[in-house]
């Protein structure tokens, strides 16, 4: 027997419905000859048009485009593939598009949102990573045989503009000449031998001298006692068994550098290799410093989970307490250390702009951050600091999920536990894994590898050569920048007066004649004075940077660099295959035509498949209607939507309402489905429908046909449906632009507060 189907066309000349019958065959809605549904769907069709105005004549109201790529075999063999994604997996909230085995060259046609020009891809020989980057679509076709592009947004965030940045005040740095005086060591020369004494102008602690290869301890200058460490990390000397206070160490031409350790650490060590003066202290690299003013900050780069844990995560090359002179540091292929201790400096290729985003951290330190920069020929001491960043905490510029989310707290990026297992649980469900409860604060929102973080972005400005003209974004080609880190206690009332241990540059050379010097026992020039690094990781340059603690795993603050620098000599570190879900789409149908909501959330369900792949997978969402209704693959029943999440049917023979805020909530097991292996939801939606009982009679709905009023849209899996009661148009108030223009997708990015599920 035939069911009942109801197929809605809206005439756009006269704008007015009109009924098209048509048999019982998939792809068309019919209806029986009883009034009530002829006089339906011509109210529907009708409405529709006076709510939302004249339908687009070629609208088929699916946010799906079929694209084809061609893919050149730079790698083969066991496990080579290629791996299309919606965009940047490593960083954005991507989707897998399509994977394909590489034996030659090939091509393979997907699903992709409309719209999308660019795609994301990753060949894989097995083991690396071999190629990855962005790829033109033009007219529905991407040729991933070449190098990969830019990405295009990459020139709207850091476009140049105007630029409102002014030099503010010079900042008094006069308490840095005391410290400096004051606390210094001093040289004495008697007997024809150079000793040290550690103390201040009134009072002398001890001498310390090295010979032998040994170091020597006395408080009177005659009687003397070989010095002993209590441990090899803070490298303090013992005097005939009791605390000194003092470190130690060499250059190795027995000349010494001795420090004083108390129980404060990083804050009043303060060390020199030769007797300080008041003239040197006036020359002092970091005497001219200047806050700067109207610094622009917005929305900056975004990041995953897995992304941070492949950078950050315990054991990782940059992971939290890593130190990386003691050998910790995992060996990366073609590793070199000597560009690690090169420091965080950078050069400028061509002219443009620099944008530096916050994207990790982890410290509760009260940082200032700034730079400065010179040009072949200038004496880079002489150059001006400008104060960038006064709060330069994660808590002040890492936001959870969206730049207008929660900020993290200081520490919370350092804390791992369980990620693995999240990780590796490939049946977790795609629509449950963004909040996993735990131990810690961390884990209770950032445990699944996809969950996204949003930095903040900061451009820096350019006052000219000689640093006399008025500020803007466009950095000429060929000029050097460094970095420096100052912990100054507040961000309201910054104390850039503070000790030298607080003090930090990303030039390892500025360091030590700042007097930083290894915390080690064998002294290395190069050791202990990085506090800065730069490296590539999936093609992105960051800038990880020390603040003062022991530890030196260069990730107290990382900022993704976004301009023209040079790349020469920083290494790589390599990336794991991303963790993405195929790209999952939803659609969204209104049961019987009503007339009054248009909140299509009266059947909600999703739908994933890889390209290639003969099985899709269906998951039951919502059901805001309250009539039997069925999920249709062709002639095949999928189930009722209701009785999928978990609910029975009432005495009177109805359902109750779910996911919608008018009922229960539920969930519903994936149902996979076996699909030829061209199959596509572009085109007919995949021949995918649904069927509503209303008492007697049985209504197939299946897309709507090309230019008129639907019943099913597809859309992207992200889509969020609108609460019950709730107009498609309230919820997304630019959905009548869809309407109008097929091509016009971007409604979907700006809903109403609190309108939806």
């Known amino acids: 027997m035939c069911s009942y189907f109801i197929n809605i066309k809206t005439m756009m000349a006269a704008a007015s419905a009109v009924i098209i019958l048509g048999s019982c065959m998939r792809g068309e809605n019919v209806y029986d000859d009883q009034a009530y549904y002829k006089n339906q769907a011509q109210l529907y069709a009708q409405s529709w048009v006076e709510k939302f105005g004249a339908i687009d004549p070629e609208q088929d109201w699916s946010m799906a485009s079929q694209v084809t790529a061609s893919i050149s075999a730079t790698a083969s063999g066991n496990g080579a593939k290629a791996m299309l994604y919606s965009d940047n997996p490593f960083t954005t909230e991507?989707?897998?598009?399509?994977?394909?085995?590489?034996?030659?060259?090939?091509?393979?046609?997907?699903?992709?949102?409309?719209?999308?020009?660019?795609?994301?891809?990753?060949i894989n020989d097995g083991t690396y990573n071999v190629s990855q980057g962005f790829y033109n679509i033009n007219n529905s076709r991407v040729d991933i045989t070449g190098s990969p592009v830019a990405k295009a947004k990459a020139a709207l965030r850091t476009r140049s503009g105007s630029c409102p940045v002014t030099i503010g005040n010079k900042i008094d740095l006069g308490y840095y000449k005391d410290s400096v005086y004051h606390d210094a060591v001093y040289e004495t020369s008697w007997d024809g031998k150079t000793y040290v004494r550690w103390g201040n102008n009134s009072t002398i602690a001890y001498y310390v001298k090295m010979e032998n290869g040994k170091y020597y301890i006395s408080t009177d200058n005659s009687t003397w006692s070989v010095g002993t460490f209590d441990n090899p990390w803070y490298n303090e000397l013992y005097y005939n068994g009791q605390q000194t206070g003092i470190v130690a160490e060499t250059d190795g031409s027995g000349l010494l550098s001795v420090g004083n350790d108390t129980d404060t650490w990083g804050t009043t060590k303060y060390i020199a290799k030769h007797k300080v003066s008041d003239a040197w202290t006036e020359t002092f690299p970091?005497?001219?410093?200047?806050?700067?003013?109207g610094v622009e900050s917005s929305e900056g780069q975004s990041w995953k989970q897995g992304v941070g844990y492949e950078m950050y995560g315990p054991g990782k090359f940059f992971g939290e307490y890593v130190k990386y002179w003691t050998g910790d540091k995992p060996s990366l292929p073609g590793y070199d250390i000597n560009k690690i201790e090169k420091g965080a400096s950078?050069?400028?290729?061509?002219?443009?702009?620099?944008?530096?985003?916050?994207?990790?951290?982890a410290t509760q330190i009260v940082n200032a951050f700034g730079y400065f920069y010179w040009v072949d020929g200038q004496d880079k001491s002489k150059a001006p600091r400008y104060v960038l960043i006064k709060d330069a905490r994660p808590d002040a510029n890492i936001h959870k999920g969206s730049w207008t989310g929660a900020t993290v707290g200081n520490m919370e990026l350092a804390v791992w536990s369980n990620y693995e297992a999240i990780k590796n649980d490939k049946d977790r469900e795609p629509y449950d894994y963004e909040i996993i409860q735990g131990n810690t604060p961390m884990q209770k929102y950032v445990n699944a590898y996809n969950q996204l973080f949003v930095g903040t972005d900061y451009k820096m400005a350019y006052f000219g050569k000689d640093y006399d003209q008025s500020a803007t974004y466009d950095f000429p080609a060929n000029v050097h920048v460094e970095f420096f880190i100052i912990n100054t206690g507040s961000a309201s009332n910054p104390n850039y007066k503070t000790n030298l241990g607080n003090f930090n540059y990303g030039d390892p050379e500025l360091n030590k004649e700042m007097m930083h010097y290894s915390m080690r026992m064998e002294y290395n020039p190069n050791h202990g004075a990085v506090k800065g690094a730069t490296w590539i990781h999936n093609d992105v340059q960051y800038i990880g940077f020390e603040d003062g603690g022991y530890d030196e795993d260069l990730n107290d603050i990382v900022f993704v660099l976004d301009g023209n620098v040079d790349k020469t000599d920083i290494i790589e570190?390599?990336?794991?295959?991303?963790?993405?879900?195929?790209?999952?789409?939803?659609?969204?149908?209104?049961?019987?035509?009503?007339t009054d909501d248009y909140d299509f959330n009266d059947i909600?369900?999703?739908?994933?498949?890889?390209?290639?792949?003969?099985?899709?997978?269906?998951?039951?969402?919502?059901?805001?209607?309250?009539?039997?209704?069925?999920?249709?693959?062709?002639?095949?029943?999928?189930?009722?939507?209701?009785?999928?999440?978990?609910?029975?049917?009432?005495?009177?023979g109805t359902y109750p309402m779910i996911n919608t805020g008018a009922g229960p909530t539920g969930t519903a097991s994936p149902i996979t489905i076996t699909v030829p292996a061209d199959f596509t939801l572009s085109q007919g939606m995949g021949n995918l429908g649904i069927q509503v009982v209303d008492k007697e009679s049985t209504v197939r709905i299946w897309g709507a046909q090309t230019g008129t009023a639907p019943q099913m849209l597809l859309l992207e899996g992200n889509w969020k449906w609108p609460k019950e009661r709730v107009s498609i148009q309230t919820a997304y108030s630019h959905f009548p632009n869809w309407n109008s223009d097929a091509n016009n997708t971007e409604w979907t990015k700006t809903p109403s507060s609190g309108s939806l599920w």
Not at 346 to 361: D, R
């Open 346 to 361: 950078i050069t400028t290729t061509s002219q443009g702009p620099l944008t530096l985003s916050y994207v990790y951290g």
């Open 94 to 122: 991507a989707s897998l598009l399509a994977e394909l085995k590489l034996s030659k060259a090939t091509t393979i046609t997907f699903d992709a949102p409309k719209g999308l020009t660019q795609l994301y891809a990753i």
């Open 286 to 293: 970091y005497c001219t410093m200047y806050e700067l003013n």
């Open 573 to 594: 570190v390599p990336s794991e295959e991303p963790v993405v879900e195929p790209t999952s789409w939803i659609i969204a149908c209104e049961d019987l035509g009503s």
């Open 604 to 652: 909600v369900f999703s739908v994933t498949h890889n390209a290639g792949e003969t099985t899709a997978t269906i998951r039951p969402l919502a059901a805001g209607g309250v009539l039997e209704a069925h999920i249709y693959y062709y002639e095949t029943d999928l189930g009722e939507i209701h009785e999928l999440l978990g609910q029975t049917k009432k005495e009177d």
